[in-house]
């Protein structure tokens, strides 16, 4: 879709980029989503399986429209997610910086679900801080942050939804890496629209036994 716009209602949109955001449940995940989304603090439940927020961003003269993932941190859930990966144009990992567990499972368990089930080899990934607004309650320093994201190849920064520090941030600086990769920037859009029409319809049939046993 390079050098055409597409429609999204009635704003025309550049690019089309998938994004994912990852990590333990607890860390802010859905709040970073909604407080990106709809600029409010939110107080949330735990996301069952996946949800998906659609945000248009301009950056630069290019005109974006976002598809953000979020998916569930819980272990029971984490096999559902692993088909929406496929396709994913940038990754933001998430941790707690006053739960240090939520940090070492980033290296431990998430990088390498990254690593399995990613399908692109230059998706573009930003490790996160989340709830920096708690410095007294502060488990991870920012430099142990840092060295982590260094060893991971991706962008740092350390956010609070409650305060809105670096939310936005954290979207902007992956878009622009994004559009600094010419084979993702090529990705058509068409892809993402079967992705959604194909998970909404996993999502809202039914399941025996309900969601939550």
Not at 57 to 74: F, N, S, V, Y
């Amino acid at each position: 879709m390079m050098g055409s716009s597409s429609k999204v209602g009635n704003n025309s949109y550049d690019y089309s980029f998938k994004i994912l955001l990852i990590g333990d449940s607890g860390v802010g995940k859905s709040s970073i989503l909604l407080s990106f989304i709809s600029n409010s603090v939110h107080h949330l439940s735990p996301t069952i399986g996946v949800d998906f927020k659609i945000k248009q961003l301009t950056i630069g003269e290019k005109r974006l429209k976002i598809t953000i993932w979020d998916t569930a941190g819980q272990e029971r859930f984490r096999t559902l997610t692993s088909s929406y990966y496929r396709g994913a144009h940038g990754i933001i990992l998430v941790y707690d910086v006053t739960r240090r567990e939520t940090f070492t499972n980033l290296s431990d368990t998430w990088a390498k679900e990254v690593e399995l089930h990613c399908t692109n080899d230059e998706c573009v990934k930003i490790l996160v801080g989340n709830k920096v607004d708690k410095e007294s309650e502060r488990a991870v320093t920012r430099e142990e942050g840092m060295a982590l994201a260094k060893e991971h190849k991706c962008s740092f920064l350390e956010c609070s939804t409650k305060t809105k520090k670096n939310v936005e941030q954290c979207f902007k600086d992956l878009a622009l890496k994004i559009l600094e990769v010419p084979s993702l920037i090529e990705n058509g859009s068409a892809v993402l629209k079967r992705q959604i029409v194909k998970q909404k319809q996993v999502y809202q049939s039914p399941r025996a036994g309900g969601c939550c046993t």
